[in-house]
Structures are given as structure tokens and as C-alpha cells.
């Protein structure tokens, strides 16, 4: 997707809602439907974004007419009964991760494999090649189905440890790109088009400074996560996503502290 525009460099992914430490367990608790409004509707929207159904990058949280039709799409690809509502036969295939889902249930999954010491590549939120090879190999090590997808007994063996975390701060230069220009396609690394979703706070570093998948807390722009990376962005540099193109080139290049956690 990437074109220069002056400092502008191209990035990133989620926003602060995608905060490492939160947990979808409890989805599956109860029945959802149009009106609902709870942390569990928060979950399913981030399932629905995996699935690339949901059409935001945001969980709001409030299941209205987009989220019943987020719904609907996902239970006609799934072949049960198309009915908008999220009961349990759609929220127990919806938490089954595969190849090629995103986003932050994947992120998850990459963080409690990393607990077990079965994944020791970027925590990336992409569930390609490297995930499944690690979700197979821990599934070989401990008496599971060797298929490669995450589903029920592999998440309930993976959750008997948990991810750790650790924060540090420094300070980065900081440049800002917009994905409104000539020959910008919006399109991110994890396929996410920054043009529908003009709110997000996402963020491109260099992985070996700040880890694919972190949450960066930014001086001055807010919680993101750091969920792609740049051509132009080498050691401690950061390029933060602003969807107005003059308070983008208002930004400049200027240095900021951040504080990164991760595990």
C-alpha cells in the first residue's frame, strides 16, 4: 500500500481495544443478539474481525443491525442457520482459529503458544504458515488431534499456563502518514483498509526495536498496536496513523516517548 508522501511512511493495524491482557474466555457465557451491549459483544465483534466479517476495526461493543449482519455473513460462510443471533452453535465455530484468520484472537493464540515456548516467531495477529506449524507441533506434544487448528482441547490445554508481560519505555522519532493520497491503496499489511476506518490508532515500527502485536502507548497520539512495519522505519522510529491528511503533515517528525508492552 505503501507511497511516500513527504514524511508520511505507510503501517499498521487495531487500536488500543486490541489490549494484550484482554481475554475472550467468556464468550459463550450467554446468548447475544441485536440490543445486546456487554464485554462479551466486544469479544465477539474481535472474532468477527478475525473472520473478516466485520466491517470496523473497532469493537464498540453494542450489537446493532451491522454487528446482526456481521453475524449473519459468518453463519451463511459457516453453513448453519443464518438468524443474525449469536448463540452457541455460531459462537463455538467462530472461537475455532485457522489459517488464515487475523487480528487479536490470533495475537492471543501466538502469546499463550509463546507461554509453552511452541512459538518463537513475531507475535503478528497473521495465523499463517508459522502458526500452524506451531499449533500442530503443540498438539503432537501433548496428545491432541495434529490438525493445526485451534479449538477447543488445544485452547483448553494452552490455557493451563498463562502469558506473561513486561512494559519498557524510551524515546522514537515519530513521522505520520495518511492513507488518503494518490496511489494509496489503504490497504495494511494485515489487510485492513484504513479509509473505511478513519478513527484507529495504529502505529508501523522496525520488529527488532518494538514486537509485532505489542500495544504502544504513544506521547502525544494514544494507545495502538504495533502491527506492521515500513520500508523507511529502522531502530527506534515509529510512524503513526492519522486519517486527516493536514494534521498528518501537521505532525512532522518529531520525538516521542513510548511505552511498549509485551510479552
Not at 61 to 81: C, D, H, L
Not at 98 to 104: C, L, N, S, T, V
Request: proline share 3%.
Amino acid at each position: 500500500m505503501k507511497k511516500w508522501l513527504g514524511l508520511l511512511m505507510a503501517a499498521a493495524l487495531c487500536t488500543g481495544l486490541l489490549f494484550p491482557g484482554h481475554s475472550s474466555a467468556a464468550l459463550g457465557s450467554q446468548m447475544l443478539s441485536q440490543g445486546s451491549s456487554n464485554s462479551d459483544v466486544v469479544d465477539l465483534q474481535e472474532y468477527l474481525m478475525t473472520k473478516g466479517v466485520f466491517p470496523y476495526h473497532t469493537a464498540t461493543g453494542y450489537y446493532g443491525p451491522i454487528t446482526k449482519n456481521a453475524v449473519e455473513q459468518f453463519q451463511t460462510q459457516s453453513r448453519i442457520k443464518a438468524d443474525g443471533i449469536a448463540g452457541s452453535e455460531t459462537i463455538n465455530k467462530i472461537k475455532v482459529l485457522r489459517k488464515g484468520d487475523i487480528g487479536k484472537p490470533v495475537i492471543e493464540l501466538q502469546r499463550l503458544l509463546k507461554a509453552w515456548n511452541a512459538y518463537s516467531s513475531t507475535v503478528d495477529g497473521i495465523y499463517g504458515d508459522g502458526t500452524v506449524s506451531a499449533v500442530t507441533s503443540f498438539q503432537k506434544n501433548h496428545g491432541l488431534s495434529a490438525d493445526g487448528i485451534a479449538g477447543p482441547s488445544t485452547y483448553k490445554k494452552l490455557r493451563q499456563k498463562s502469558p506473561s508481560y513486561s512494559t519498557r519505555s524510551f524515546t522514537v522519532n515519530s513521522s505520520a502518514y495518511t492513507a488518503d493520497c494518490d496511489g494509496c491503496s489503504g490497504k495494511t499489511k494485515m489487510g485492513i483498509d484504513l479509509k473505511k476506518y478513519s478513527n484507529g490508532k495504529v502505529v508501523a515500527v522496525d520488529p527488532d526495536v518494538i514486537p509485532l502485536g505489542s500495544k504502544v502507548v504513544v506521547e502525544g497520539y494514544g494507545t495502538a498496536i504495533a502491527a506492521d512495519i515500513g520500508g523507511g522505519i529502522n531502530g527506534k522510529m515509529l510512524d503513526v496513523f492519522i486519517a486527516d491528511h493536514g494534521d498528518a503533515i501537521n505532525w512532522g517528525r518529531k520525538d516521542v516517548k513510548v511505552t511498549v508492552y509485551e510479552n
